[in-house]
């Protein structure tokens, strides 16, 4: 049984740059606040800046243009507000 967002991440059989991924996915579709949480996240553990832009040009598919230009506009101030 799952009792925390622990217990989730760190199930085997996919790890933390998939997960990521897959959240990505969810919360550009669902126009969510915590998308930009998930990006950083994303970047932490290893996904580039291009592969996050080409994950949310990937949903242009299922959730539309508006969505993901919502999703990029979010992606480029996490991008933006980093160290480099």
Do not use: W
């Amino acid at each position: 049984m799952i009792e925390n967002i622990g217990d989730v991440f760190s199930r085997p059989g996919v790890d933390l740059k998939v997960r990521l991924a897959a959240n990505l996915g969810a919360l550009v579709a669902q126009q969510s606040p915590q998308l930009k949480v998930h990006i950083n996240a994303a970047l932490n553990v290893g996904l580039s800046p291009d592969e996050v832009k080409e994950l949310i040009m990937q949903m242009v598919l299922y959730c539309g243009y508006p969505t993901c230009i919502y999703a990029l506009r979010a992606a480029e101030q996490v991008f933006s507000e980093r160290p480099k």
